[in-house]
């Protein structure tokens, strides 16, 4: 049997534990959980660690403030016992929620342990746990390749934001010079209309002058004769 011995822990507080074959890995377990929270106070530090005893490896992982930990024999690899643990560590947060934050030593043994038990068989003697397992790291290989892929899409969508900001601004410096150009052709029109109205003004004052020079008075009277 690969995985011999099981435990799930708050600290050093023992929830659950149950052990394959008569041996002291409940003793070296205790010690463990006294070692990895020697010190500290924060039991919500992640951690994956393994420690070696014997022919034996006491693999523990910590999330959440809980400890799985687990004794595998020393062939045995890591992969299939951190499988094992998380699948633990996933089972017990959804059967015991937030009870597990004020349980006392060993509240949830009694059924716990026989989830335990099953796992521990499942992990250590089905062959289907070690392909489950080789699925979960290609998945997760998969899963960091689309959110690698997610990121740059979203940067990319950042880009196209900015761009489309850019655009909109555009057009509105586009709208904004059509109608000062509008206003610009209708004030110089304007303009025209009435410097060729002075001129056509100023062009009937300048004859006036001189036909009122020619007949002799401005009320032209000679000329009409």
């Known amino acids: 049997m690969g995985i011999l011995y099981g ?27 006294s070692k990895i929270n020697q010190g500290s106070d924060d039991t919500n530090n992640d951690s994956n660690v393994s420690f070696s005893h014997d022919r034996y490896v006491f693999h523990v992982k910590r999330t959440d403030g809980l400890t799985v930990l687990c004794m595998a024999d020393d062939a045995f690899g890591r992969m299939i016992p951190f499988a094992f643990l998380e699948d633990i ?8 929620g937030r009870a597990i934050l004020s349980a006392p030593a060993y509240a949830m043994n009694d059924e ?8 521990m068989e499942y992990y250590s003697n089905d062959p289907n746990a070690d392909r489950l397992n080789r699925l979960k ?25 900015m761009l489309v900001e850019k ?48 007949c002799h008075g401005p009320l032209l009277s000679s000329c009409r004769r």
Do not use: C, P
Not at 112 to 119: H, M, P
Not at 173 to 184: E, G, L, P, V
């Open 7 to 33: 435990m799930v822990a708050r600290g050093q507080v023992i929830l659950a534990e149950f052990s394959a074959t008569q041996s002291n890995a409940s003793v070296v377990a205790k010690q463990i959980l």
């Open 89 to 96: 560590h996933k089972k017990f947060v959804k059967t015991y």
């Open 112 to 119: 716990f342990s026989r989830v335990l038990n099953q796992q």
């Open 137 to 161: 790291g290609e998945m997760t290989q998969v899963r960091t390749v689309m959110i690698d892929n997610i990121d740059k899409v979203l940067e990319r969508g950042g880009r196209l934001e």
């Open 167 to 214: 655009t909109s601004a555009m057009n509105s410096n586009s709208i904004r010079f059509k109608r000062q150009s509008r206003r610009y052709k209708n004030n110089l029109w304007w303009s025209n209309v009435r410097l060729t109205a002075a001129l056509i003004i100023i062009f009937f004052i300048v004859v006036y002058i001189i036909l009122a020079f020619i």
